[in-house]
């Protein structure tokens, strides 16, 4: 029998316009019969491998019971059969295949004899311009590089070998400009050039978006007075970095009792694209999924710090036609309706009971990539697979 495996030299984690490398081996095992006192080895044989090509494929899965789906695009599965003689992207998804490069033959007749193996290289460029891999409850974008096998007279098989891909379609800013208008410029050449990721390492683009700090403090209130000035030291994060701000009461009229801060996505389907069940019905503006949480009582403090990490496993801020995702801090602050008074004695001690309010505010960030060797450490995959024919 024939043992194909695949191994992604590059790791499970990609650039969108990277250059995917993949080492897929042939091996002749020896089939082996079993007995009650030894495994006798069959006499030795040459196989012969009719065909076999690979191709990267994105496929684009869509939850019916939240987004339309128009007959053109809906959900298909494509099985492939003995008189099939070549690879098509549609085979074996349950999804719609959005993307595709085109097939590359990695060997035709390929004879085998027993106990060999060999090796063969695949590689292709991904195009900058794909969607990043997304698990949402709406959309899903997955990726694979795909292997299909064909003995002589057997049916087609498929090797598939998922791997995840990022994009940094936010940080193509117009005019070398950030999202606070700021130039982004290089500060160790002698003249100012702009970072242009067209032409740029994009990392190097995401490094001086996320590593220049530019304060700002923002003055929460609600029908009472002022609650607290919070101070964040940057509004752009990247996958595994911290979330880091101060909060001060000092200067406050409104008693704080407890404050929580989540990192939460949004999840947004264009209004002409969502389902609605019925004639009344009404779809969700977004879906919001919540992820790190700090939570402190800070009643009698005037001043505290908040710390949020940002998971490596989370999909960045993007946007395209079918979906788009953003990011917020959704603070929740719980007030008392009466002001408490602290004159600063040791031995104060807070009211057994009290009236309290809450409120809420939700305060937008961006989520930029980080290498992919970094992201690698946090996910589960395994970038290599195998199939017997």
Not at 91 to 107: C, D, M, N, Y
Not at 152 to 181: H, I, S, Y
Not at 348 to 361: A, H
Request: net charge neutral; hydrophobic share 35%.
């Amino acid at each position: 029998m024939i043992e194909v495996s695949a191994h992604l030299i590059g790791g499970p984690v990609y650039f969108a316009g990277d250059r995917i490398s993949c080492r897929v081996t042939f091996s002749n095992v020896r089939q082996t019969a079993g007995s009650a006192q030894s495994s006798i080895a069959t006499k030795k044989s040459e196989d012969v491998l009719g065909w076999a090509s690979a191709q990267v494929v994105c496929v684009c899965t869509i939850n019916p019971q939240k987004v339309l789906v128009v007959d053109s695009i809906s959900n298909c599965n494509t099985s492939m059969t003995v008189n099939s003689t070549s690879l098509s992207p549609k085979a074996g998804e349950r999804g719609l295949v959005i993307f595709s490069t085109k097939p590359k033959i990695l060997v035709c007749d390929l004879t085998l004899p027993d106990d060999s193996n060999t090796d063969y290289l695949y590689q292709e460029t991904l195009p900058s311009n794909l969607p990043p891999s997304f698990r949402g409850q709406a959309i899903k974008y997955s990726y694979k590089l795909k292997i299909g096998l064909q003995r002589v007279g057997a049916p087609v098989k498929l090797l598939n070998v998922p791997f995840r891909l990022m994009t940094w379609q936010l940080c193509g800013l117009p005019n070398c400009q950030d999202e606070q208008g700021i130039v982004v410029s290089n500060p160790f050449l002698k003249t100012s050039q702009c970072v242009n990721p067209e032409f740029d390492d994009p990392l190097e683009t995401i490094q001086l978006l996320t590593s220049r700090r530019s304060p700002s403090v923002y003055k929460v209130t609600n029908g009472n007075g002022k609650v607290v000035n919070l101070c964040l030291f940057k509004s752009g994060y990247r996958l595994g970095e911290d979330i880091v701000g101060t909060l001060d009461f000092s200067a406050s009229n409104v008693s704080c009792i407890q404050y929580s801060v989540s990192l939460q996505s949004q999840e947004v389907v264009p209004e002409e694209k969502r389902r609605r069940i019925g004639p009344h019905s009404k779809f969700a503006d977004e879906i919001v999924t919540s992820y790190s949480k700090h939570h402190e009582f800070c009643i009698g403090f005037l001043q505290t710090h908040l710390s949020l990490p940002v998971p490596l496993h989370v999909t960045p801020s993007f946007d395209t036609d079918m979906v788009a995702l953003k990011w917020r801090l959704h603070f929740e602050f719980v007030t008392a309706v009466t002001p408490l008074r602290w004159s600063g004695e040791n031995n104060w001690e807070p009211p057994t009971s009290m009236d309290i309010e809450t409120m809420v505010w939700d305060l937008p960030i961006t989520i930029y990539p980080t290498t992919p060797a970094h992201v690698s450490k946090a996910l589960y995959g395994t970038c290599d697979a195998t199939v017997i024919l």
